[in-house]
Structure formats: C-alpha cells, structure tokens
C-alpha cells in the first residue's frame, strides 16, 4: 500500500516528537511492506519566520494532496502579542478548516507501569480508558463576529460561541458509532443549565442517540466532568463535547497518563470512498520551548498519533496495534523520558519502539 503523508513538524519539541514518529513510521512500513511517500511542510511560527504567514499556500496544497497529515506543534513565546493573524496557533486552526476535520480523538489511557507517575492516587487512575471526542470546527474558536473594538473605557472583546445542527449530528455519530465498538457509553458534556447553545447541543445528541439503541447515553455539565475526571475517571468510556470544553478537558486528561506527552490525537474529517478518514494527527502537548533541543520531550504521544494514522486514515489495524504493543513494551522496560521519570532522551525512546517493533513484528 503506498502511504501519501505530509509531516509538518512545526516549532519547539513539535520537530524533535517529528522525528522519532517518522522514524516508528518507517519501521513499520517497512516492516509490513508499505510505501511511504512522505513530503514536509512549513507551519505555524517556523512558516511565519519563512513566509511571513502561519499557513502558507503551499501548505494548504500539500495537506489537500495528502491521504494523512502528521503534525508536531506549534507556538513560539516570541509571537504572543502578536495579532491573531499572525500567531503561530492560527495555522493550526488554518489546516483543520482547510481538511475540513470536524472530530477530534484524543484517546486517554492509564498504563499500569506510569501508576506512580501520575499525580493521581494510584486506585484512581488504574484501569481509567477512555477517548474524549472534541468538536473541532465550530464554537467560540470559529464564531463571528470576533475581535477587539474599541478603546479606553468603551474597548470590548467579542467571541460568539456558535453551533448548528449538522455541526452536532455529524460528530455525536462519530461518538455513538466509536462507542459501539468500545463499552458502548457517551458521555455529552455541556452548560445546558446556563447556555442556549448548550442546550441545542444536548437536544440534538438525544436525536442522534435514538439510532444506536445499543449505546447507553448520559449527560454532564462540563464543571462536574472535570471534577469527576479526578475523582472517578473510569466513569468515562466515550466523552462528548463541543470545542472549547474538549480542549480543556482534555489537557486535564492527561494527568491520568503520567505526563501530557503521552496523549496522541487524531482529527478525523469526511469519509472518502474507500472508507478511510481524512485525518490530521498531532500530539496533544504544546511545543515547549523551554525544553527545545534538550532531548527531554516525550515523543510517545506523536508515535501514537502515527498509531491512530495507520488506523483511521489507512485503516490499518494491525499495524496500528504493533505500535501500540512495541510502546507498551519500552513503557514496562523504563527507557522514558524524564517527565515519566526516566533517564531516557527523546532519540533512545523513539529507537526503543523501533527495536521493540521489530520483535513485536517478528512474534506475530
């Protein structure tokens, strides 16, 4: 199978997480016979130092051409009083409009071996598996009319939290359908009590539920769901929420893991004929400068964000599974990095899964 994947390393950690993920990439192509046809491009603050924008046109065609997009991080310290236009995030909300990916899979999952890593008592968070599903291309990110106006005492600031109906279906069914191959449970998060668009988002989900009777539905105000992430995460199996609430919610995720660099995501668009999605996969961490070119970053959310590429953009599954094997097996050994605290780099955990591949690979 050839493999058309364009990789945008982007800024801080997002290039050395790159590296390690392409390299796990080659092995496993290798190793089950796949054609990589990898090309690379400029994004966020690296794009505006190269081409004055954070999402060049260039960019924007190879993205378009590409079966799967593979992205590190972006943000520099540099740009943050900046304009909106010319921060280094804006390409990032840029290429998911442009891919048109509406639903983002951030998968949250305790590994018995980070028990002690994780800030959480251990009886917590052991057994705690679930996937929060973000809505990505609406709400107060994407809402008009936006903007500062004004000055002195009249200067104002303005977002509109906006959500239409398709905006709802279309990724409450990717949520039930997710959930029906999982332990069949949504869990719809909102401010229903408070917001009128909560409130259309939790009437449409109610709709959507009613076509998978298979699929056992409650709801929860996002200020409770983020308590009781803490205090009863193995709760959740599938977690519904619009944008804003699931770029929260799942950062506080990551606290069940050990470390934030552990979480991979995938954002997930359309279906194309061949039944595969149109995909822009990235580790959820930030791009940490302040580690930049240390060897400290943690590069096991950006392989299991290749994980989840071979899944559902190519849906490779089996691949996708070796990978997450040869992950579990470096996890168990202890060559991690030091937020999971090891005394591994970034460079010997990305060649320790490919290591692990290959016996994973040679095993089955």
């Known amino acids: 199978m050839e493999l058309k994947i364009l990789i945008l390393p982007g800024d801080g950690i997002g290039t050395e997480v790159t590296i390690e993920a392409v390299k796990v990439l080659r092995e496993v192509s290798a190793r089950f016979g796949h054609q990589l046809k990898l090309s690379e491009g400029l994004l966020g603050g ?45 390409g990032l909300l840029g290429i998911r409009k442009a891919l048109e990916v509406f639903a983002n899979l951030r998968p949250v999952r305790s590994y018995r071996t980070l028990l002690d890593a994780s800030p959480l008592k251990n009886h ?5 598996d679930m996937v929060i599903v973000r809505e990505l291309t609406g709400g107060l990110y994407y809402g008009t009319p936006r903007g500062i ?39 719809s998060v909102d401010k229903s009590n408070v917001l009128e668009n909560s409130q259309l988002w939790r009437k449409v989900v109610c709709e959507v539920a009613m076509g998978y009777p298979e699929v056992a539905l409650d709801h929860m105000l ?16 599938v977690l519904l929420t619009e944008n804003l609430f699931g770029d929260i919610l799942s950062d506080e995720g990551a606290v069940l893991t050990g470390s934030i660099g552990m979480l991979p995501s995938a954002s997930i668009g359309n279906k194309r004929p061949s039944g595969a999605f149109t995909g822009l996969y990235e580790p959820v961490h930030g791009s940490a400068p302040d580690i930049a070119g240390q060897g400290k970053a943690n590069p096991f959310g950006a392989v299991g964000s290749v994980a989840a590429m071979l899944e559902y953009s190519f849906g490779l599954t089996e691949e996708a599974g070796a990978i997450y094997r040869a992950m579990e097996s470096v996890l168990d050994s202890g060559h991690v990095t030091a937020d999971l605290k090891g005394s591994s780099n970034t460079g010997q955990v990305g060649d320790a899964v490919c290591d692990s591949l290959a016996t994973v690979v040679a095993a089955k």
């Open 46 to 90: 690296t794009a505006i130092h190269q081409t004055g924008t954070p999402f060049p046109d260039e960019t924007r065609r190879l993205a378009l051409e590409a079966d799967a997009t593979l992205m590190g991080a972006v943000g520099l310290p540099e740009f943050d009083n900046a304009p909106p236009e010319l921060r280094p995030e804006r």
């Open 124 to 128: 917590l968070a052991d057994g705690a």
């Open 149 to 187: 106006f004004g000055t002195g005492a009249e200067e104002r600031a303005v977002n509109t939290m906006v959500y239409t109906r398709p905006e709802i279906e279309r990724v409450s069914h990717v949520a039930f359908q997710l959930a029906a191959k999982r332990r069949k449970k949504v869990t």
């Open 222 to 237: 996002v200020d409770n769901c983020a308590m009781q992430l803490v205090l009863n995460p193995k709760r959740f199996d």
